[in-house]
């Protein structure tokens, strides 16, 4: 992979024809790649801060039938497709190490991809992810405010708005710069969802073998590990949390005071410093003396 100093909309097409899009940021030698959770796209991210994008090429994805990327033909989405996916954009850009991040969903196929590439992953960082299923009540409530959201917007505003309602704690540039790149101008006028509506077949039936599979890989995991949860989150509970921490002997943990389920755009600035601790310094007794340089 030859990094860019430029911000660039990447297109890698699947051997199925489906178009997965990349959104690459920064000039760095190393390369850091995102996965976005369910029903989102790459700008739930938020906006990099230069200390990562100095030091890292970052690469976010936007998952089939997400954001950007082509619906796949079939409506047919399976967690392992996804990470089919990923596994072919890291070999078509040539990328050798990297460290990878994944929210939710996107932490499950990070995970995935780690314990395949143990070789070229430097560090893992799985958001809000447990191994255990979402309660039935709380996927419930998640499919509900999914569905809820495909309908015709007069504005992007009126979206954004729509979103503010389902999301109270979220940043409001954070939440803005999402809720921007997440419609598009429908033909019959408006805006409507770029998402693809059928991919909540993912969670159709029981995935009791996956986390199965994924609570033994994680055993065997030999790269750094740094887990992720917001401080309110009705996701993903403190225990599950702790699981993965006691499952990979090393692993840091770290809590986002005030942000729920989707930390990076609830408490933007925090979770960007956590991430900077993890990914840039290599000494903890670094972090507070680098933070305050930043004051």
């Given amino acids: 992979m030859t990094p860019s100093s430029l911000p660039q909309r990447l297109t890698i097409n699947m051997a199925d024809g489906c178009d997965i899009k990349v959104l690459q940021a ?13 029903g ?8 990099p801060p ?21 619906w796949d033909s079939s409506g047919n989405y399976h967690f392992d497709k996804f990470v089919a996916d990923v596994a072919a954009v890291i070999d078509r ?10 929210h939710s969903l996107g932490a499950g196929i990070a995970l995935e991809i780690a314990v395949r590439r143990q070789r070229q992953v430097t560090k893992l960082i799985l958001v809000e992810f447990g191994l255990d299923a979402i309660d039935d009540d709380v996927m419930a409530f998640t499919l509900e405010q999914f569905n809820s959201q495909f309908r015709i ?4 505003p009126e979206y954004t708005q729509f979103l503010e309602t389902q999301r109270p704690l979220a940043d409001r540039s954070a939440l803005l710069r999402y809720s921007s790149n997440s419609v598009r101008r429908a033909s019959a006028g408006g805006y409507e969802m770029k998402c693809d509506p059928a991919v909540q077949n993912l969670y159709r039936g029981t995935h009791a073998e996956r986390f199965q599979r994924q609570r033994a890989d994680i055993t065997q995991l030999s790269s750094p590990l740094l887990v992720v949860r917001g401080s ?16 990979v002997p090393g692993a840091q943990m770290a809590v986002v005071p005030g942000a729920g389920h989707a930390v990076m755009m609830d408490r933007p600035k925090a979770f960007n410093e956590t991430m900077f601790r993890y990914l840039l310094i290599p000494d903890a007794r670094q972090v507070a003396s680098a933070l305050a340089g930043r004051k």
């Fill in 26 to 38: 920064g000039h760095g030698r190393d390369a850091l790649i995102l996965l976005h959770g369910f």
């Fill in 40 to 47: 989102e796209n790459s700008y739930a991210w938020g906006e």
């Fill in 50 to 70: 230069p200390e990562l994008t100095s030091a890292y090429t970052i690469l976010a994805v936007d998952l089939r039938g997400h954001g950007d990327s082509s």
């Fill in 93 to 102: 850009l040539n990328i050798g190490h990297f460290a990878i991040a994944g």
């Fill in 153 to 156: 917007y007069a504005s992007v």
């Fill in 232 to 247: 309110g989150s009705a996701i993903v509970k403190p225990a599950a949390a702790r699981e993965l921490g006691r499952l």
